[in-house]
Antibody
């Protein structure tokens, strides 16, 4: 199973960050298929952003809840992240990943994509 | 809020020697199904994190048996029986009983 993030590397402050994760080598569908987004500011630790089941059910980090939305496109084997009203504090490497169990066991990770928030 | 605390934050180790990292949660991570919702990850320099240990003590696929996880409730430990050069990186614990929360990370370096 492989995951690959895609999206703009530069986003202006107050705009919306949009990323897509394409899953290959397996189906995004499935009862036990849960997908997540995690970010890491340069040189810092990891922060969970949110997770989504292949049926579309979502769960977001309460600290970001009002700005985050996730979706699944089963026809394209992709899932997506949108983070609105971004600031410089949202500059980070964004990883997509697959949970083998809801909210834990992140067994597969994408390579990550750096998103910089700057005017 | 649930707090996840790792120690030490820096760990210099001589190759061939053992190493141990602690992870403590402010709340019990024991699920009603009997499993502890605590994972360990290694992030090598310039790479994505990789899963080492899941549900407290289960080695992920392909992880060498020199890595082991133990603990229950609020206190957990990752042990490396004999450190090798390829083990250099930052180790994170992550708890996921309520929401996923990562520890601060422990940077392992070779002496």
């Amino acid at each position: 199973l492989q995951l690959q993030e895609a999206g703009p590397g530069l986003v202006k402050p107050s705009e919306t960050l949009s990323l897509t994760c394409t899953v290959s080598g397996g189906s995004i569908n499935g009862r036990n298929n849960y997908w997540g987004w995690i970010r890491q500011p340069p040189g810092k630790g990891l922060e969970w952003i949110g997770s989504i089941h292949s049926n579309g059910n979502t769960y977001y980090n309460p600290s970001l809840n009002s700005r985050v939305s996730m979706s699944v496109d089963t026809s394209k084997n992709q899932f997506s992240l949108r983070l609105s009203s971004v600031t410089a504090a949202d500059t980070a490497i964004y990883y997509c990943a697959k949970h083998d169990l809801w909210l834990v066991q992140l067994a597969y990770w994408g390579q990550g994509t750096l998103v910089t928030v700057s005017s | 809020d649930v707090v996840t605390t790792q120690s030490p934050l820096s760990l210099p180790v001589t190759p061939g020697e053992p190493a141990s990292i602690s992870c403590r949660s402010s709340q019990s991570l024991l699920h009603s199904n009997g499993y502890n919702y605590l994972d360990w990850y290694l992030q090598r320099p310039g790479q994505s994190p990789q899963l080492l240990i899941y549900l407290g003590s289960n080695r992920a696929s392909g992880v060498p048996d020199r890595f082991s996880g133990s603990g229950s409730g609020t206190d957990f430990t990752l042990k490396i029986s004999r450190v090798e050069a390829e083990d250099v990186g930052v180790y994170f614990c992550m708890q996921g009983l309520q929401i996923p929360v990562f520890g601060q990370g422990t940077k392992l370096e070779i002496k």
